[in-house]
């Protein structure tokens, strides 16, 4: 299994009045753990969507098991899972970076659309890139 | 079964560059949905706290099956399923109010804990008004 | 002066872990204000971009006076200010419907702009809607 | 001048159907100067919050000057400016990264307050810190 970890911190506007982060937020830390993935192995989202492609989110799923408030730092840990034709799916934990405490775990199924959001194949490359190990100094967990 | 509908319309910072909803805000209007069931039963969950409980999101699954953009009217449709001593679960459809199409459904699952976030039993008064019917004006489907 | 007036509630993903609306957030009250505006006189924003224009913020001024927090009441009050032939701005003020204590207030300056954001002159009929009263039922102070 | 810089990168959801940043969240791109600006003086701002002191927003002044959307590289630029017994004003500069272009400018005038939102003196440890020269080895300009 290749996995990816990237840190964050919680900003005073990812908070809520419970004192913890909102849970829709983790969805963005999700997608801070997508976008360096494939970063890291060459093939940057952004190009894709030069492309003329671009990934519909088709379902997430979050599972929330313990909290952190403002400035936590955040650990971010991105693999991907199934990929067929005209999807991929990745997983994720998010953990607090003081304790390594699971905060939450997830996953997103993303579907290749163009820019009419007709589905499309996957472009080769990008299969590619998404099966290959980082190409960055950055932690790799296998 | 019991369904409540809501109606709003999605601003432009809810928006991305795909020229639709970004996928973290449909928990925004699942929360719109919760909060409006709630005050329709005359337990609003602003109460809740003020009564010295909080939910906590535990759990939550979204599907996305079709988009709308900036200013598109949007029915969100929410009912109660499973409630426990300690856990309530609320299903949301999120419809396009134009043409009626489902772009979202899902669900949340929440815990009722005390400010410092220990899971406590939900009060009564809450599981009461969770079961019953809304007696607000506001449409009812059964 | 007119001035129109919609009314919004806070939702639990607009707070902050003080309690409070989290200051950013009023920028989207502003943003329903003027959305709304534009629809009570017949010409949408939605339409403008149809029609090949954008509204481009080049400024922003906030001023925030009181707070409150999850499930208030606000009052969005918003009335336009100094026309030019490619800019424009309107001027907001955010109160909290229970008591009218005033919130926020500020201005947006907005400046039209084509797809490749270069700047326009703001559509005549754009211009038009601006300048008259409100064509619908909701509250328009003059 | 002391001033401060640091980096970071835009989010997919931070993006509207634009194309661009959602000018709101500038804003926090300004926090997280702000947070970091107080951190790299050892002075953070969640120990602040320990010591049962917050700081309200109470004006915010944005310029928006130019564009970028996902992915693009911010380069965040903070300074501090007047300093009162209660009040503190910090001043961004945000960069497009790869071409230095300045995107957007402003300030944000904070109070100090006690937890009942109550106006107290800043304490006499966080200004001598707001005004002396980072510890860290991020870039410091003068």
């Known amino acids: 299994m290749i996995q ?8 005073y506007g990812e908070t809520d009045q419970m004192g913890v982060v909102y849970h ?11 976008t360096e993935y494939m970063r890291a192995r060459g093939y940057e989202y952004s190009r894709l969507e030069r492309d003329g492609y671009f990934l519909a989110i088709v379902e997430a799923q979050l599972r929330y098991h313990a909290n952190t408030g403002y400035d936590g730092e955040l ?13 991929v799916t990745f ?13 939450s775990e997830g996953l997103t199924r993303l ?7 007709k589905v499309k194949r996957l472009p080769a490359k990008m299969i590619e890139a998404l099966k290959s190990p980082s190409k960055t100094n950055s932690i790799t967990y296998r």
């Open 75 to 87: 650990i971010i840990r991105t693999r991907v899972g199934k990929i067929t034709r005209v999807q």
């Open 111 to 117: 579907a290749c659309v163009d820019k009419n959001l």
């Open 4 to 11: 990816d970890e990237i840190r964050t911190r919680v900003r």
């Open 24 to 34: 829709a937020n983790y969805l963005l830390y999700y997608e801070m753990g997508r």
């Open 91 to 103: 997983h994720y934990q998010v953990l607090d970076a003081e304790n390594e405490v699971l905060l």
